[in-house]
């Protein structure tokens, strides 16, 4: 994200660094992911480092927001950044975080009789991450910037309530 300018008046899927290959995962292939039920074209590619997206910030359920409703994160917030997620693998460009209520996993794309999705995009599966793109498991990026692969039974673990369980999604655990 920060080895190419910004570039003013485009949306990010309209700039250079979209499609830039830094952002580009070699575990990824051209056309829909597995498990997805949407048509896609088989001359996208389907895996790319991604940020982890929190809607609104109320609660603090990623680094990333909506701009123009929620003010940039202060990282100095977050007591244990080498314990939140700030990137994974990723369909385009982010994952939802599944922290926050409206992204709350009710959906089971991959029919192993857990949720692992949300209901607003019920053709995609993961909340747009990519959790079991390497040997079913995904890489992750800490706030601290250090990488780790992460199981993906681990990763979208949830509760009896439905939430998530994994210490890395949440900001201020």
Known sequence: YVAKQVQEGKLFTQTEVFTYELRRCPGGSFGPPPFSRAAASSTNWNCWIGANFGAFGNPLSGPFYYGHYTPPLNVSRIAKPADALMFMDTLTHYVYSPVDPSYRFTLDLNRDG????????????????????????????????????????????????????????????
Do not use: C
């Open 114 to 173: 857990v949720v692992d999705s949300m209901p607003q995009y019920p053709d995609t599966p993961f909340n747009f991450g990519r959790p079991t793109v390497h040997n079913n498991g995904s890489n992750v990026t800490l706030l601290d910037g250090h990488v780790e692969r992460v199981g993906f039974k681990r990763l979208w673990q949830i509760d009896a309530a439905k939430k998530v369980v994994h210490s890395f999604w949440y900001m201020e655990d």
